[in-house]
């Protein structure tokens, strides 16, 4: 079984879980999760992790992002993207200066409330499966930070720009909540994923550069490990008197631990004498325990 993590380049008219199964087929290999949904209409960055790496979904899903999109002020549709049902055209009174102002007057925290296409669910529901039933609810706006907006061509009624955001943050709705501002409306009419920490478009892997890859025998070149993830955190390796500790997932007295760099306190990246790495733990300052956070080791 592959452990680890590919960089996938999500086509258009994929769905993350369409890249998931296709890369079950190339790799041979059941136990494989994407990392948070990408609209199929949108393309870019989707991290998908393999065997044991699958326990990193929900962390890699809850990193920064950053998109390319581009915005189209003067139409609103149901599905707040290109792709939907026009509700609403206005014409596109506002000068590029206007547009430039209310666009980075998103950049900060904000409460945006969900598109109705979307994956999120309400009630055990997803919200698409409410609205290609034609149910349309209220829902309640959720706090999200748009770190950064960096706008790239203004062609009005197309705004290109670039933004980096918090997880939860939906580029559709940011467009049309800068198309209510602006007063005419506005639906996202192209959007790319460029990254995901520091997984970038540039190093991303379509499947089909996948197959060929995993059929050259070099496909393993392009894996990241689990560890490198956490290459931030201090490297402790565990003496070999607390291994029955390490191997049953039980905290670990701080004297059984060699650091090989960092602070005394915090996250650490755990390796037993063999350096294998055991996993994630955690240190409060003045302790004498490392508890463990996130395990990916299989008994040796």
């Known amino acids: 079984m592959i452990n680890g993590i590919l960089n996938i ?8 879980h369409d890249v998931v199964a296709k890369l079950r087929g190339i790799l041979h290999q059941k136990k494989i999760g994407h990392t948070g949904t990408l609209d199929p209409d949108a393309e870019g960055v989707l991290p998908v992790c393999l065997g044991k790496a699958t326990r990193l979904c929900d962390k890699i899903g809850d990193w920064d992002k950053t998109y390319q999109a581009t915005l189209r002020l003067g139409v609103t549709t149901d599905t707040e993207d290109t792709s939907g049902t026009v509700l609403e055209e206005k014409p596109v009174k506002i ?49 999200v930070t748009v770190h950064s907006i960096d706008i790239q061509e203004v062609c009005l009624p197309y705004v ?15 467009c049309r909540d800068i198309g209510e501002k602006a007063g005419c409306g ?41 560890d490198s993830v956490f290459a931030d955190y201090p490297a402790v390796t565990v003496s070999a008197k607390a291994e ?22 915090g996250m ?33």
């Open 9 to 16: 380049k999500k086509e258009k008219g994929f769905t993350s």
């Open 95 to 143: 000068d590029e200066e206007s547009v430039r102002e209310i666009i980075s007057s998103f950049v900060g925290e904000y409460e945006q409330i969900p598109p109705m296409y979307s994956a999120k669910k309400v009630r055990g529901k997803k919200l698409y499966e409410l609205a290609r039933e034609g149910v349309v609810i209220e829902r309640k706006p959720c706090r």
């Open 160 to 174: 290109t720009f670039s933004v980096r955001c918090s997880k939860g943050t939906y580029i559709r709705s940011l």
């Open 186 to 226: 506005g639906c996202m009419a192209a959007l790319t994923r460029t990254q995901v920490a520091f997984f970038d478009i540039n190093d991303a892997l379509t499947l089909k550069q996948v197959e060929s890859l995993r059929d050259s025998g070099t496909l393993f070149e392009h894996i990241r490990s689990i």
């Open 244 to 265: 029955k500790k390490l191997y049953n997932g039980n905290p670990l007295p701080w004297n059984a631990c060699t650091v090989t760099e960092g602070d005394a306190s």
């Open 268 to 300: 650490y990246r755990v390796y037993d004498k063999e350096g294998h790495f055991i996993g994630i733990y955690r240190k409060a300052a003045q302790s004498d325990i490392l508890h463990p956070d996130k395990l990916f080791f299989d008994m040796p």
